[in-house]
């Protein structure tokens, strides 16, 4: 026998004896054959649905050894109850994913009732979407087309869904830090019955999200439609071509506390509709979804897909960045106290 040959015969039976197998040599990826769930903290047919159905091929396909991945939805306390489930009962095995929306992160930070979850604690796999741009606008007839003008303006007419809704929390932001006297807020409207009572005088102003506004409305900033008084960017960095020439509502911040207040304004819609894995997942699992995320959101033709679906742009924000800004979320009393106050319903407070 040549003696190459032989010497190869004798590691291998070293090797052997000492209690190894094939697999220190041809290891299966961990994921192979395996199944995660994607726990969703929704109802079937709504716009995170909808979302992750463009995510869940692509994540397959980037993800080593393609497992097969299953939705799951598990619906209430505007995604507490999926929240809880994965902090408190899944595996953290890297099996199970939940798809939440950003309202985890406010009602953790606000301390509501039903939160059994640290936020601190989740392992953050990114969002297809983070960037979330707010327009307050007024009936072109009033003529308040300054910020003067509506500031002298009483009993403003300010139009929204429900306390909660982000045309409520928007508008009563706008509303506070834009200094508006005693302005009234009118609620029990769908987003589409606002800017129809608009038309008809029932309301004066309303907030909207600048993309909804276009969709809606594609001339409205072109023809002037609306009198546009102030724009909150989500991230603020971010440009809005057709929005760009409206005062940022930051220019009226008067104080530290102002300022800390948008900082939780913002972080808490900035994380987008997060993926998030279970405390205490093995960190080269942690990295192996990361990464697989981080690979979908880059693919071309996942942002295709998703424009396809969504009928509207993916901006995904990737792990690190997300994590990073669960970090830097105010949690001082006085900055949440002020929070509460300003998404509540009581009348706003002074400055």
Same mark, same amino acid.
């Given at each position: ?8 015969? #004798? ?8 209690? &190894?197998?094939?697999?220190?040599? *041809? ?21 995170? $649905?909808?979302?992750? %159905? ?31 489930? #994965? ?47 707010? *327009? !307050? !606008?007024?009936?072109?007839?009033? /003529?308040?087309?300054?910020? +003067?003008?509506?500031? /002298? ?20 932001? &706008?509303?506070? #830090? ?14 589409? +019955? ?7 005088? +029932? ?8 993309? +909804? ?9 072109? %023809? ?67 990464? *697989? ?12 897909? !998703?424009?396809?679906?969504?009928? $509207? ?7 690190? *960045? ?21 998404? /509540? ?7």
């Amino acid at each position: 026998m040549h003696n190459k040959t032989l010497a190869a015969i #004798l590691v291998l039976d070293v090797v052997f004896a000492l209690g &190894f197998d094939s697999d220190v040599f *041809a290891q299966s990826p961990y994921y192979q054959g395996k199944t995660i769930r994607l726990i969703q903290g929704r109802e079937p047919g709504g716009s995170g $649905d909808i979302r992750s %159905k463009a995510v869940i091929p692509f994540l397959r396909k980037y993800i080593p050894g393609n497992p097969t991945i299953i939705n799951e939805f598990m619906p209430g306390g505007g995604g507490r109850k999926a929240a809880n489930y #994965l902090f408190s009962t899944a595996r953290p095995d890297g099996l199970t994913i939940a798809h939440i929306s950003s309202g985890i992160v406010t009602s953790a930070v606000l301390g509501e009732s039903g939160v059994q979850y640290d936020i601190d604690k989740f392992h953050w796999l990114g969002s297809t979407d983070s960037a979330f741009h707010y *327009a !307050f !606008f007024t009936r072109k007839e009033l /003529g308040l087309n300054t910020i +003067e003008k509506l500031q /002298g303006y009483p009993g403003l007419r300010i139009g929204a869904t429900s306390i909660g809704h982000t045309t409520y929390t928007y508008g009563r932001t &706008f509303a506070w #830090l834009l200094g508006l006297k005693d302005p009234r807020f009118v609620l029990g409207y769908s987003s589409i +019955e606002v800017d129809l009572a608009m038309a008809r005088a +029932e309301l004066d102003a309303r907030s909207n999200n600048t993309a +909804e506004v276009i969709r809606r409305n594609p001339d409205a900033v072109k %023809k002037g439609l609306f009198d546009f008084t102030a724009i909150l960017k989500i991230p603020r960095e971010d440009k809005e071509p057709e929005f760009d020439h409206i005062p940022e509502i930051d220019s009226l911040v008067k104080s530290e506390r102002e300022r800390r207040f948008l900082t939780l304004t913002r972080s808490t819609r900035l994380v987008g509709t997060p993926y998030l894995l279970a405390p205490g997942t093995p960190k080269e699992l942690v990295q192996i979804l990361r990464d *697989a995320m981080k690979k979908t959101f880059q693919d071309p033709e996942f942002r295709k897909e !998703f424009t396809k679906l969504a009928g $509207d742009d993916p901006s995904p924000l990737m792990p690190e *960045a997300q994590e990073e800004i669960i970090r830097s979320v105010p949690r001082d009393p006085e900055t949440v106290e002020l929070f509460k106050l300003i998404n /509540g319903n009581k009348p706003l407070p002074p400055r």
